[in-house]
């Protein structure tokens, strides 16, 4: 059945952020699928509760409490997958994020922390996860990207900048790693996760926000998890290289943060 090609029986896989949002409902849905998980935040409580989701998969959850910020302490996670597991499918670099802030408010070191969260910590563990997926025979890494890295709105200039580095990175990891790893990203659009609760948890923000956009809704993080479902698993298996946007249609930036002209 084609609904067999969405699933990964007997795979493992490393989920960055996964304490929340995104990265929890991507990690769920693979357990789901069928694979065993290593997660990895900032907070041990958080990790306790999708740790329990998964095992009520009946699949079996690695919590792995880090500062995911440092590009080791990323790439740290692929051994933990080995160790625990004793191989490595899949790693979804869910991790990163930054505060909007104006472009001549924006420093040099202020835009390098927003690319080696966004990208530097995504290249560690892509590359030290390597040696593990071809020894299990190939695997597939998903980053997630943003509508902002392909979009223009005011105060992003770090983040878009960094997260579009990422979409790049990702056309280019691809074509070193073929045929065996494939990488493909996900370019996320305005999604119901803590990252926008002052905009969900107003009603005019979020009729602004919701209107501005084509499907007239604010994404789901199980949206999210179900497009990084596919790029990982067989269903995706002749997709390489290609950064899907997932983003409710969005061509233009779906919240104006009020920045004045200068």
């Given amino acids: 059945m084609i609904l067999d090609r969405f699933r990964v029986p007997g795979k493992v896989a490393v989920v960055t952020g996964s304490g929340r949002g995104i990265g929890a409902a991507a990690a769920v849905a693979l357990a789901e699928a069928g694979a065993d998980v290593v997660i990895s935040s900032r907070t041990a409580a958080d990790l306790d509760e999708i740790a329990a989701r998964i095992s009520a998969t009946g699949r079996t959850a690695h919590a792995v409490t880090a500062d995911l910020s440092d590009p080791e302490a990323a790439a740290g996670l692929a051994n933990e997958a080995v160790e625990t597991f004793g191989r490595l499918d899949i790693v979804v670099n869910n991790v990163g994020g930054t505060y909007p802030r104006p472009l001549l408010e924006t420093t040099t070191e202020f835009l390098e922390e927003a690319f080696r969260f966004n990208v530097s910590t995504a290249h560690a563990l ?112 002749y997709v390489t290289g290609k950064v899907l946007e997932a983003d409710g249609g969005s061509q233009e930036p779906n919240l104006d943060l009020g920045l004045p002209d200068l």
């Fill in 126 to 237: 892509t590359t030290a996860a390597v040696p593990a997926m071809l020894a299990a025979g190939g695997g597939a890494v998903v980053n997630v990207s943003s509508v902002m890295g392909r979009i223009a709105g005011r105060g992003f200039a770090a983040y878009g900048t960094a997260k579009a580095a990422l979409a790049h990175y990702t056309r280019l990891a691809a074509r070193d790693l073929a045929p065996r790893i494939r990488v493909n990203a996900v370019a996320v659009g305005s999604v119901a996760t803590s990252a926008l609760e002052i905009v969900v948890s107003n009603a005019e923000l979020k009729a602004k926000m919701e209107s501005a956009t084509p499907l007239q809704r604010i994404g789901e993080a199980e949206d999210i998890a179900a497009t990084v479902l596919y790029l990982a698993s067989p269903a995706g298996a």
